[in-house]
């Protein structure tokens, strides 16, 4: 059976989370923003989280290695640029709708391929903020502190509302020629 997903469970230290923590505490967050198809206005019932992008070495290394070892492992996908990684927080009230990273009305020569996702904090620091998949299985085990999800870019996916406390991730994608 083809997989849909690779996830390496708590596979961070602590300490190399913190490590992260700490490069992206500098950062200038911003409202992550949707837009509306119509009209082109923000649309605030699909995503309110607060975003910026860092550019740390260490952290593109591990993420490229992770991207690199789920194509290899499952998905053979052809995908080789790495992008500036997107830090996240969600708030409470914050959320980020169902989506998928693909932007299939693009008119790039690229295309996203594979999505990945580190969970920097402590599951123990908020409630609610669960990764969700629509049309697969869920990854059981994500929540984990340190742990590192990578699956195909064109997956259905959300995080629902947080109900307390601060979530905090990086994430990313390979992008590759357009798909075809």
């Known amino acids: 059976m083809r997989q849909n997903w690779q996830l390496w469970e708590g596979v961070l230290s602590k300490q190399t989370c913190e490590k992260y923590l700490k490069a992206c505490s ?17 649309d605030h019932s699909i995503r309110t989280t607060q975003i910026a992008f860092v ?25 080789n640029y790495l ?16 989506h998928y990273d693909v932007n299939w009305k ?8 594979l999505s ?9 620091e908020y409630e609610g903020g669960n990764f969700e998949f ?13 742990s590192i999800l990578v ?3 064109y997956l259905t996916h959300r995080v629902t509302k947080i109900i307390k406390g601060t979530r905090k991730s990086l994430v990313n994608w390979m992008e590759g020629p357009r798909w075809r």
């Open 26 to 42: 500098y950062l200038n967050l911003q409202d992550a923003t949707v837009f509306k198809s119509v009209d082109h206005k923000p």
């Open 55 to 79: 550019n740390n070495e260490e952290i593109q290394k591990t993420m490229r290695w992770y991207l690199e070892e789920a194509n290899r492992n499952a998905f053979n996908i052809e995908a």
């Open 83 to 98: 992008p500036s990684t997107q830090y996240g927080e969600y708030s409470e009230g914050s959320f980020y709708d169902w």
């Open 106 to 113: 693009g008119e790039n020569a690229y295309d996203r391929k």
């Open 116 to 124: 990945i996702c580190i969970q920097l904090c402590d599951p123990s």
């Open 134 to 146: 629509k049309e697969v299985e869920q990854p059981s085990g994500f929540k984990t502190q340190g």
């Open 151 to 153: 699956f195909p870019s």
